[in-house]
Protein backbone atom coordinates (compact mmCIF):
# COMPACT_ATOMS: atom_id res chain seq x y z
CA UNK A 1 0.00 0.00 0.00
CA UNK A 2 2.55 2.42 -1.18
CA UNK A 3 3.27 5.02 -4.09
CA UNK A 4 0.67 7.21 -3.37
CA UNK A 5 -0.15 11.16 -1.82
CA UNK A 6 -2.33 10.84 0.76
CA UNK A 7 -3.66 9.53 4.33
CA UNK A 8 -3.82 6.11 5.11
CA UNK A 9 -5.22 3.94 8.32
CA UNK A 10 -5.16 0.69 9.09
CA UNK A 11 -6.44 -0.45 12.91
CA UNK A 12 -7.94 -3.77 13.77
CA UNK A 13 -5.89 -6.01 11.22
CA UNK A 14 -4.53 -9.65 11.83
CA UNK A 15 -1.35 -10.40 9.31
CA UNK A 16 -0.61 -13.30 9.48
CA UNK A 17 1.56 -16.01 8.08
CA UNK A 18 2.29 -13.91 5.00
CA UNK A 19 5.31 -14.61 2.76
CA UNK A 20 7.33 -11.97 0.70
CA UNK A 21 10.36 -13.14 -1.56
CA UNK A 22 11.49 -9.53 -0.36
CA UNK A 23 10.80 -7.20 1.86
CA UNK A 24 7.28 -6.78 4.28
CA UNK A 25 6.17 -9.74 4.75
CA UNK A 26 3.39 -8.56 6.31
CA UNK A 27 3.02 -5.23 5.37
CA UNK A 28 4.51 -2.50 2.95
CA UNK A 29 3.40 1.11 3.56
CA UNK A 30 3.88 4.27 2.64
CA UNK A 31 2.81 8.04 1.98
CA UNK A 32 4.30 11.13 0.69
CA UNK A 33 3.00 14.33 2.21
CA UNK A 34 -0.03 12.40 4.00
CA UNK A 35 -0.38 10.28 7.33
CA UNK A 36 -0.01 6.83 8.00
CA UNK A 37 -1.75 5.55 11.04
CA UNK A 38 -1.21 1.26 11.93
CA UNK A 39 -3.25 0.93 15.45
CA UNK A 40 -4.26 -2.22 17.07
CA UNK A 41 -3.19 -4.63 14.29
CA UNK A 42 -1.75 -8.01 14.98
CA UNK A 43 1.53 -8.94 13.08
CA UNK A 44 2.02 -12.58 13.48
CA UNK A 45 4.36 -15.15 11.58
CA UNK A 46 4.83 -13.71 8.49
CA UNK A 47 8.46 -14.28 6.49
CA UNK A 48 10.59 -12.34 4.29
CA UNK A 49 13.31 -12.93 2.24
CA UNK A 50 15.15 -9.67 2.14
CA UNK A 51 14.42 -7.94 5.63
CA UNK A 52 11.41 -6.01 7.40
CA UNK A 53 9.36 -8.93 7.92
CA UNK A 54 6.14 -7.75 9.79
CA UNK A 55 6.00 -4.24 8.34
CA UNK A 56 8.10 -2.57 5.63
CA UNK A 57 6.73 1.44 6.08
CA UNK A 58 7.98 4.68 4.56
CA UNK A 59 6.55 8.25 4.89
CA UNK A 60 7.79 11.27 3.64
CA UNK A 61 7.12 14.96 4.63
CA UNK A 62 8.34 18.32 3.82
CA UNK A 63 8.88 18.96 7.61
CA UNK A 64 8.70 16.85 10.63
CA UNK A 65 7.88 19.23 13.21
CA UNK A 66 4.93 16.73 13.69
CA UNK A 67 3.88 13.62 13.24
CA UNK A 68 3.08 12.24 10.08
CA UNK A 69 3.12 8.23 11.23
CA UNK A 70 1.96 6.52 14.32
CA UNK A 71 2.70 3.06 14.90
CA UNK A 72 0.54 2.64 18.26
CA UNK A 73 -1.02 -0.51 20.13
CA UNK A 74 0.23 -3.26 18.10
CA UNK A 75 1.61 -6.60 18.69
CA UNK A 76 3.89 -7.77 16.72
CA UNK A 77 5.48 -11.30 17.63
CA UNK A 78 7.30 -14.50 15.83
CA UNK A 79 8.06 -13.16 12.72
CA UNK A 80 11.14 -14.81 10.86
CA UNK A 81 13.70 -14.61 7.91
CA UNK A 82 12.59 -17.34 5.54
CA UNK A 83 15.35 -19.99 5.58
CA UNK A 84 18.23 -19.37 3.34
CA UNK A 85 17.68 -15.23 3.87
CA UNK A 86 21.60 -13.77 3.67
CA UNK A 87 22.47 -12.26 7.03
CA UNK A 88 20.94 -8.86 5.55
CA UNK A 89 17.72 -9.87 7.09
CA UNK A 90 18.60 -8.60 10.31
CA UNK A 91 15.11 -7.44 11.60
CA UNK A 92 11.92 -9.52 10.92
CA UNK A 93 10.21 -7.18 12.91
CA UNK A 94 9.58 -3.36 11.47
CA UNK A 95 11.21 -1.14 9.76
CA UNK A 96 10.58 2.75 9.00
CA UNK A 97 12.61 5.05 7.05
CA UNK A 98 11.61 8.40 5.13
CA UNK A 99 11.59 12.02 6.23
CA UNK A 100 8.34 12.49 8.10
CA UNK A 101 8.53 12.62 11.81
CA UNK A 102 7.38 8.81 13.57
CA UNK A 103 6.33 8.07 16.63
CA UNK A 104 6.28 4.34 17.78
CA UNK A 105 3.98 4.10 21.31
CA UNK A 106 1.84 1.31 22.68
CA UNK A 107 3.30 -1.43 21.12
CA UNK A 108 4.63 -5.04 21.99
CA UNK A 109 7.00 -6.82 20.36
CA UNK A 110 8.63 -10.81 20.78
CA UNK A 111 9.59 -13.88 19.52
CA UNK A 112 11.03 -11.81 16.30
CA UNK A 113 14.37 -12.84 14.41
CA UNK A 114 16.34 -10.12 14.54
CA UNK A 115 15.43 -7.01 15.49
CA UNK A 116 11.83 -5.56 16.53
CA UNK A 117 12.79 -2.30 15.28
CA UNK A 118 14.96 -0.58 12.59
CA UNK A 119 14.85 2.95 12.23
CA UNK A 120 16.35 4.09 9.28
CA UNK A 121 15.42 7.92 10.22
CA UNK A 122 16.58 10.16 12.77
CA UNK A 123 13.19 11.63 13.48
CA UNK A 124 11.31 8.88 14.90
CA UNK A 125 9.93 8.99 18.94
CA UNK A 126 9.56 5.55 21.10
CA UNK A 127 7.62 5.58 23.84
CA UNK A 128 5.85 3.19 26.05
CA UNK A 129 6.84 -0.08 24.25
CA UNK A 130 8.04 -3.82 24.95
CA UNK A 131 11.01 -4.06 22.64
CA UNK A 132 14.03 -5.70 22.83
CA UNK A 133 16.51 -5.15 19.83
CA UNK A 134 16.39 -1.63 17.76
CA UNK A 135 18.04 -0.75 15.00
CA UNK A 136 19.00 3.01 14.80
CA UNK A 137 18.27 5.46 17.27
CA UNK A 138 15.73 7.06 18.36
CA UNK A 139 15.33 10.90 18.36
CA UNK A 140 13.25 10.26 21.73
CA UNK A 141 12.36 7.86 23.90
CA UNK A 142 10.98 6.50 27.43
CA UNK A 143 8.87 4.78 29.40
CA UNK A 144 10.09 1.41 27.39
CA UNK A 145 9.98 -2.03 28.39
CA UNK A 146 12.58 -4.74 26.74
CA UNK A 147 11.23 -8.41 28.00
CA UNK A 148 12.32 -11.31 26.09
CA UNK A 149 8.65 -12.95 27.38
CA UNK A 150 6.21 -10.54 28.16
CA UNK A 151 3.64 -13.31 29.68
CA UNK A 152 1.29 -13.79 26.79
CA UNK A 153 -1.66 -16.05 27.70
CA UNK A 154 -0.61 -18.87 25.24
CA UNK A 155 1.78 -17.89 22.69
CA UNK A 156 2.11 -21.58 21.64
CA UNK A 157 -1.59 -21.21 20.18
CA UNK A 158 -1.69 -17.64 19.19
CA UNK A 159 -3.04 -16.22 21.80
CA UNK A 160 -1.15 -12.83 22.83
CA UNK A 161 -3.36 -11.06 24.78
CA UNK A 162 -1.62 -10.34 28.06
CA UNK A 163 -1.83 -12.28 31.29
CA UNK A 164 -3.06 -10.87 34.45
CA UNK A 165 0.58 -10.70 36.18
CA UNK A 166 2.23 -9.32 32.64
CA UNK A 167 4.23 -6.34 33.06
CA UNK A 168 2.74 -4.78 29.71
CA UNK A 169 -0.29 -4.17 32.44
CA UNK A 170 -1.00 -0.67 32.30
CA UNK A 171 2.27 0.36 31.06
CA UNK A 172 1.16 1.89 28.39
CA UNK A 173 0.21 5.68 27.50
CA UNK A 174 -2.82 8.01 27.48
CA UNK A 175 -0.20 10.35 24.86
CA UNK A 176 -2.79 9.71 22.15
CA UNK A 177 -6.25 8.87 21.61
CA UNK A 178 -7.03 5.49 20.92
CA UNK A 179 -10.36 3.33 19.50
CA UNK A 180 -12.83 2.27 22.50
CA UNK A 181 -12.43 -1.17 22.27
CA UNK A 182 -8.85 -3.54 21.18
CA UNK A 183 -8.57 -5.85 18.84
CA UNK A 184 -11.11 -8.55 20.50
CA UNK A 185 -13.52 -5.80 20.62
CA UNK A 186 -13.42 -5.55 23.75
CA UNK A 187 -12.76 -2.27 25.78
CA UNK A 188 -9.62 -0.20 26.12
CA UNK A 189 -9.21 0.89 29.14
CA UNK A 190 -9.93 -1.39 31.99
CA UNK A 191 -7.74 0.02 34.40
CA UNK A 192 -6.27 3.19 35.49
CA UNK A 193 -3.64 3.05 32.17
CA UNK A 194 -3.63 1.45 28.36
CA UNK A 195 -2.04 -2.31 28.56
CA UNK A 196 0.43 -2.36 26.08
CA UNK A 197 -0.08 -4.18 22.76
CA UNK A 198 -3.38 -4.74 20.44
CA UNK A 199 -4.93 -6.42 23.32
CA UNK A 200 -6.62 -4.93 26.74
CA UNK A 201 -6.37 -7.43 29.50
CA UNK A 202 -9.64 -8.03 30.98
CA UNK A 203 -8.92 -9.64 34.13
CA UNK A 204 -10.57 -7.84 37.58
CA UNK A 205 -10.13 -9.12 40.91
CA UNK A 206 -13.01 -7.29 42.21
CA UNK A 207 -14.81 -4.20 40.42
CA UNK A 208 -13.46 -2.44 43.18
CA UNK A 209 -9.91 -3.33 42.68
CA UNK A 210 -9.51 -4.34 46.12
CA UNK A 211 -10.39 -7.62 48.30
CA UNK A 212 -13.27 -6.81 50.24
CA UNK A 213 -12.96 -6.95 54.24
CA UNK A 214 -14.49 -10.54 56.15
Known amino acids: IAGFVGDLSVSNVVFDGNVSATFGGGLTAGADGGVLKLVNN?????????DYCAANLTVNAASASSYRAFFSYNTVVANICT???PPSCDTAGVRIGGSARSLFIGNAFAFNAGADLKLQNLTSDVYN???VDILGSPAASGGNLSLSNPLFVDPFSADYRLMFASPLRNAGSAAIGLPAVDLDGAPRLNDYQYDIGAFENQDHLFGSSFEPLL
Open 129 to 131: NNV
Open 83 to 85: PGA
Open 42 to 50: LFLRNKCGS
